[in-house]
C-alpha cells in the first residue's frame, strides 16, 4: 500500500470518529432535551428571575432607598418642582413591611436638614385638611418634603419674617440678587444659619406668611418649615411632626425637569423631545443638600 493510501485511510478512520462522537453527543442531548419539565416547572423557569428582581427592588425601596417627587414650590430655592429625589430610609431606621417590625436608626435627625414625611389628608368630607397622622389615624397618607429646624425640647417662635430658637434669632442675610418662583413673582433671597447648617430661603416683601407663637416641642417630635417661608404650609399651620413618620433625610437629586404635561401628552414623542430639550434642569442632576458643606 502507498504512502498516500495510508494516509487517506488515517484520515478516514479519524473522520468516522469524530463522526461517531458528533452522533454519540447529539443522542445524549436529545435524550435530555426529552425530558418534559411539569408545566409549574416550565412557569417558574419563565416567571423565578422576574419574581426575585421585584423581590430585591421592593425590598431596597421598603428599608434603603426609595424615590420622591417635589409637587409643589414650598422648598424654592432649594427644592424645584419637578426634582426626583432619593431618600434613605434606613438612616432614621426603616420598617420591615407586613409585619411592621423598626429597624436600628443609624442616627437621629439633624437640625437643618431636608427630610421626607408622611402627613394624614382628609377627605371631601374634611375637606383636605392636613394634619398630623398619630393625631388623625383615619386621614390617608402622603408625603411632604420640608427642613428640620426645631428638635424636641426647643422651643420654636416665627414672626416678623424671623425665626427664633430658644429666644434667640437665626442668623439671616439678605443676598444683594431677587429669585423669581415658579409664578413669577420676585422674592427677596437670604441665608439662614441653623447651628452650622447655612441654606437659602425666601422671603416675599408683599406677603407675609405664617407665624407661630412660642412653641415647645414635645418628645419624639419635631418642627418644620419650607425654604419659601412665606409661601408654605408647614408646622406652623399643622403642627409638629412625630419620629416615627419621618421617612429619612433626603440625599440626592437624580433628575428634575418642569414637566406638566398630562399621562397622555407624555405618548406623544415630540412631548419627550420638548422637556428633554427645552423643559430639563439639567445642572440639578446629581444635587446633594448636605448644608453643612
Not at 504512502?3 to 461517531?20: L, M, P
Not at 447529539?26 to 416547572?41: N, Y
Not at 419674617?161 to 413673582?185: C, H, I, M
Not at 447655612?198 to 418649615?225: K, W
Request: proline share 6%; glycine share 10%.
Amino acid at each position: 500500500m502507498s504512502v498516500s493510501r495510508k494516509k487517506q485511510s488515517g484520515a478516514d478512520r479519524a473522520e468516522s470518529k469524530k463522526r461517531r462522537k458528533r452522533e454519540t453527543d447529539d443522542a445524549a442531548a436529545t435524550e435530555l432535551d426529552g425530558e418534559e419539565l411539569s408545566p409549574l416547572a416550565k412557569f417558574w423557569e419563565q416567571v423565578g428571575p422576574i419574581f426575585f428582581a421585584i423581590l430585591i427592588a421592593l425590598g431596597i425601596r421598603a428599608v434603603i432607598i426609595e424615590s420622591y417627587y417635589v409637587p409643589s414650590g414650598s422648598m424654592l430655592p432649594t427644592m424645584y418642582i419637578g426634582d426626583h429625589v432619593f431618600v434613605s430610609k434606613f438612616a432614621y431606621g426603616a420598617r420591615i413591611p407586613i409585619l411592621d417590625i423598626p429597624l436600628p436608626a443609624v442616627r437621629e435627625p439633624e437640625r437643618g436638614e431636608i427630610v421626607v414625611f408622611h402627613l394624614g389628608r382628609g377627605g371631601e368630607k374634611e375637606r383636605g385638611r392636613i394634619c398630623p397622622l398619630d393625631e388623625c389615624p383615619d386621614f390617608s397618607a402622603e408625603g411632604f418634603v420640608k427642613r428640620i429646624v426645631g428638635l424636641p425640647g426647643d422651643t420654636v417662635e416665627y414672626r416678623s419674617g424671623k425665626l427664633f430658637l430658644n429666644g434667640s434669632p437665626a442668623e439671616q442675610v439678605l443676598q444683594p440678587k431677587t429669585f423669581s418662583d415658579d409664578r413669577g413673582e420676585a422674592h427677596r433671597l437670604l441665608t439662614e444659619d441653623l447651628d452650622g447648617c447655612v441654606h437659602e430661603i425666601l422671603d416675599h416683601p408683599r406677603r407675609p406668611g405664617l407665624t407661630q407663637a412660642p412653641l415647645t416641642i414635645p418628645e419624639d417630635r419635631y418642627f418644620v418649615l419650607g425654604d419659601n417661608r412665606d409661601n408654605s404650609n408647614d408646622s406652623r399651620g399643622w403642627g409638629t411632626v412625630h419620629r416615627m413618620h419621618l421617612k429619612g433625610p433626603v440625599l440626592i437629586n437624580y433628575w428634575a425637569w418642569n414637566n406638566t404635561y398630562s399621562w397622555l401628552a407624555m405618548l406623544n414623542p415630540w412631548t419627550w423631545i420638548k422637556l428633554l430639550w427645552g423643559e430639563m434642569y439639567w445642572d440639578r442632576i446629581g444635587m446633594t443638600y448636605d448644608c453643612r458643606g
